[in-house]
């Protein structure tokens, strides 16, 4: 396997991005910002006015509340849990979606739990919505439905191990995101005393994060296509002189496999590699895929 191989265990210092461990720092930092304002000026309302998601917000044209109301959370528990979720998750991730692309995916979650919310509470416009919930299950799901019968093992309040499959905590996690949405979060946005009593929890926005990460999976994944999407891609041709000036590249490319060039190879290996880590191991061609094959025996000598 190739996650054997000794180029593919560590990633090189220095030659590129990690998008999602600056996502990270972002929510991170937007938390301390936010308990500054908060604790020494007084100003955790105007923060909450400028980010924090609300319908009021938005019909004040304050669109960009779409992604910011991530940046704040209740407490630091509730950072704490979003942020250990969207690492371990993207971690575990990273070797088949890359930095970018995954760090794109739970904005993209963000946004869309988000706009799921906001149609919700379309009648309570003072209601606010904060916090990164909606990336980190999200990713859950994405997770979930990539490797759903692989045994995972975690501790348990950190010391019993407790060992499943992924495919029943996400049931786990629809069913209780399922039921705090329709009986809890659905009649208080309209007014109504809710059936569970289960706070003033974004349950619409987790389902909407949810539902991306299926549908990323589903569509970009596992190549579905429904019955309604034409199935025969159409191929658009480059002009004469593009096709030209690409076959020459080809035909002059001066990277050849021997042992003789072993300084072009190690330079061919860490382009793919840093192509791994941001657009992930499915985005290479076969033949990247062999020159890394070929590469451990002849970088080994």
């Known amino acids: 396997m190739l996650y054997d191989r000794p180029y593919m265990r560590t990633e090189p210092a220095g030659r590129s991005v990690p998008y999602l461990y600056w996502f990270l720092g972002v929510l991170v930092g937007g938390f301390i910002l936010q308990k500054m304002l908060a604790v020494w000026f007084g100003q955790g309302g105007m923060l909450l006015n400028w980010v924090a998601l609300s319908v009021g917000n938005l019909f004040s044209l304050k669109i960009w509340t779409l992604g910011t109301y991530a940046l704040l959370h209740e407490d630091f528990w509730h950072l704490f849990g979003n942020g250990l979720g969207i690492f371990l998750l993207g971690r575990a991730l990273l070797p088949e979606i890359g930095h970018r692309q995954l760090t794109k995916l739970s904005v993209i979650m963000i946004v869309v739990g988000g706009v799921c919310w906001a149609l919700v509470h379309l009648a309570a416009q003072g209601n606010l919505l904060i916090g990164a919930s909606a990336a980190s299950l999200g990713l859950l799901t994405l997770f979930c439905v990539m490797h759903p019968n692989q045994p995972i093992t975690i501790l348990l309040f950190f010391v019993f191990p407790l ?139």
Do not use: C
Not at 190 to 195: D, M, Q, R, S, Y
């Open 163 to 301: 060992t499943f499959q992924p495919k029943w905590l996400l049931w786990i996690a629809l069913g209780i995101n399922g039921a705090g949405f329709l009986l809890a979060e659905l009649p208080m946005a309209f007014g109504v005393a809710p059936v569970l009593s289960m706070g003033p929890v974004g349950w619409s926005a987790h389902l909407g994060g949810m539902l991306v990460g299926y549908l990323y999976y589903r569509f970009a994944l596992s190549g579905f296509r429904p019955a309604w999407m034409p199935r025969r891609s159409v191929k658009i041709e480059p002009p004469a002189w593009m096709r030209k000036k690409k076959a020459a590249e080809e035909t002059n490319r001066p990277f050849k496999l021997n042992l003789s060039n072993r300084a072009a190879l190690r330079k061919e290996v860490d382009r793919i590699l840093d192509k791994i880590t941001q657009e992930g191991f499915g985005a290479l061609t076969d033949e990247e895929r062999a020159i890394l094959d070929q590469a451990k025996d002849l970088l080994s000598k």
